[in-house]
C-alpha cells in the first residue's frame, strides 16, 4: 500500500509538471474558463431568463464550474492514449511499480487541476457579480462535491483513453459523449424551458442533480435530496467506470 501510494504521488507529479511546459494544456485550466463565463453572462444572460435569481451569473456560475469540472477529465484521456500510442505503458509496466498508479497517478493530478480551474471560475464570477448565500461549512461541502464529481468523471476518461489509440481521438470521443450531457441539463438554462422529452432527460441527468446541489449548498436554492444524491451518483460513476478503466490498462497492456 505504501509502495502504491508513493508511485501513485511520483506518476501524478510527472503530469503536473508538464503543464507549465504545455501552453496549451494550461490554457484549457485558466484561460478558457475565463472566456466561458464571460461569453456565457454576457452574450447570453440577457436572453435567458432565470426565475427565483436575481441575476443570471448566479444562476450560470454552479453550472458552468460542474461543466469545467467534468471535462477536467480530458486531459487524463488524451495523456493515456498518447502513452498508449507511443508505448510508454509497456515501458511503465517494465518497471519496478505498483501497476495501478499510472491510472490513479492521472486522476489523482485531474483533482489538482480541477482545483486550480474551479478557484479561477470562482474568482471571475465574484469579480463579475456572483455571491455566495451559504456558510462556511456549505461552501466547504460544494468545493468538495465539486472535486468528487471531477474525480469521478476522471475515471470516465481513463476508460475512454484507454479505448482509443490517438489523443485526438481521445479528444473526440470525450467531447462527444459529455458535452451533450452537460447542456442537456439545468447547468445553462431551467429544465422547464425544455421540450417535453428532452426535460425528463435534463431532470434524471446527473450533471443536473449535481449543478441542483451546488446551487442549493452555495444559493441557498432549496433542491431536496439533490446532495446526497449527487455524492450517491459520483460514487456509482467510480463504481463503475474506474474498474473499466483498470480492465482496459491490462488489456491493453497485454496486446
Do not use: K
Not at 509497456?90 to 480541477?114: I, K, Q, Y
Not at 468528487?148 to 476508460?159: D, K, L, N, Q
Amino acid at each position: 500500500m505504501r509502495r502504491l501510494a508513493t508511485d501513485t504521488l511520483i506518476m501524478a507529479e510527472r503530469n503536473l509538471v508538464r503543464l507549465p511546459r504545455n501552453p496549451d494544456l494550461f490554457t484549457a485550466f485558466t484561460i478558457q474558463p475565463i472566456m466561458f463565463v464571460l461569453l456565457f453572462v454576457y452574450v447570453f444572460g440577457g436572453a435567458i431568463s432565470t426565475p427565483g435569481f436575481d441575476d443570471y451569473v448566479d444562476f450560470l456560475i454552479p453550472g458552468i464550474i460542474v461543466q469545467n469540472i467534468a471535462f477536467g477529465g480530458f486531459v487524463t484521456a488524451m495523456g493515456l492514449a498518447e502513452d498508449l500510442n507511443r508505448g510508454l505503458i509497456d515501458r511503465f509496466r517494465s518497471l519496478p511499480m505498483a501497476r495501478a498508479a499510472l491510472l490513479a497517478g492521472r486522476t489523482l493530478a485531474d483533482v489538482v487541476t480541477n482545483t486550480i480551474s474551479m478557484t479561477i471560475l470562482v474568482i471571475t464570477g465574484l469579480i463579475i457579480g456572483f455571491s455566495f448565500n451559504a456558510s462556511i461549512g456549505e461552501i466547504a461541502l460544494g468545493v468538495v462535491l465539486l472535486l468528487f464529481f471531477g474525480y469521478a468523471f476522471s475515471w470516465v476518461f481513463a476508460f475512454l483513453g484507454m479505448l482509443v489509440t490517438t489523443p485526438e481521438a481521445a479528444n473526440s470521443l470525450g467531447f462527444m459523449i459529455v458535452f451533450p450531457l452537460t447542456f442537456i441539463s439545468s447547468a445553462f438554462v431551467p429544465t422547464d424551458s425544455m421540450p417535453g422529452a428532452l426535460q425528463w432527460f435534463a431532470e434524471v441527468n446527473p450533471f443536473t442533480i449535481v449543478v441542483n446541489a451546488m446551487r442549493e449548498l452555495w444559493l441557498g436554492v432549496p433542491a431536496g435530496n439533490d446532495v446526497l444524491y449527487a455524492f450517491i451518483w459520483s460514487a456509482v460513476i467510480i463504481v463503475a467506470f474506474a474498474p473499466l478503466a483498470v480492465w482496459r490498462y491490462r488489456a491493453a497492456a497485454e496486446r
